[in-house]
T-cell receptor, first 112, second 110 residues
Framework: DTEVTQTPKHLVMGMTNKKSLKCEQHMGHRAMYWYKQKAKKPPELMFVYSYEKLSINESVPSRFSPECPNSSLLNLHLHALQPEDSALYLC???????????FGPGTRLLVL | DAKTTQPPSMDCAEGRAANLPCNHSTISGNEYVYWYRQIHSQGPQYIIHGLKNNETNEMASLIITEDRKSSTLILPHATLRDTAVYYCIVRRNRDDKIIFGKGTRLHILP
């Protein structure tokens, strides 16, 4: 099973809402990632977790709050987002020591 | 910086070999060349990677020039399902960061 799942597939939220994106993998990978992708642009790295600890934060605004409750799950908590935060949010995972990152299908977020 | 240069788009006839070029003239000795692709509305998919030798797997072949300043991804018999954006990436082996460039939008024509 080389699958990374993400829920929900689509999300519409207001600027005052609080919502969460969820990512799950059962491949035993100990590195997990969040990327943001705007329309017609390449994915941009946001956060990296290694062994459930945050290892890279690419200067992401605090209205995005990642959480890694266990080795299979990665959440992205959203609060007070702006319309320009509308994008496809991609999750990925990788086995430490291996090269390949496996990406999920993404959550398409629209902030109104 | 993405550190790679790719043509923004290419066309290829179905059944023919698709050859996607990538320039990475500032590549360091410990950096690998990786290729990913992203089919519309899906997450990126790993294709292949290499350091200096040519590589082949079930999806594609990777040809790296002797000076390592450029490479070519070859899809030997392109199908309509190969229509996607192809990203050429250079990074240190096992480095957590993948920096995607703009990629090449490949259209496979029936």
């Amino acid at each position: 099973d080389t699958e990374v799942t993400q829920t929900p597939k689509h999300l519409v939220m207001g600027m005052t809402n609080k919502k969460s994106l969820k990512c799950e993998q059962h491949m035993g990978h100990r590195a997990m990632y969040w990327y943001k992708q705007k329309a017609k642009k390449p994915p941009e790295l946001m956060f990296v977790y290694s062994y459930e600890k945050l290892s890279i934060n690419e200067s992401v605004p605090s209205r995005f709050s990642p959480e890694c409750p266990n080795s299979s799950l990665l959440n992205l908590h959203l609060h007070a987002l702006q319309p320009e935060d509308s994008a496809l949010y991609l999750c990925a995972s990788r086995e430490i020591g291996q090269e390949t990152q496996y990406f999920g299908p993404g959550t398409r977020l629209l902030v109104l | 910086d993405a550190k790679t240069t790719q043509p923004p788009s290419m066309d290829c006839a179905e059944g023919r070999a698709a050859n996607l070029p990538c320039n990475h003239s500032t590549i360091s000795g410990n950096e690998y060349v990786y290729w990913y692709r992203q089919i519309h509305s899906q997450g990126p998919q790993y294709i292949i990677h290499g350091l200096k030798n040519n590589e082949t797997n079930e999806m594609a072949s990777l040809i790296i020039t002797e000076d390592r300043k450029s490479s070519t991804l070859i899809l030997p018999h392109a199908t309509l399902r190969d229509t996607a954006v192809y990203y050429c990436i250079v990074r240190r082996n096992r480095d957590d960061k993948i920096i995607f460039g703009k990629g090449t939008r490949l259209h496979i024509l029936p």
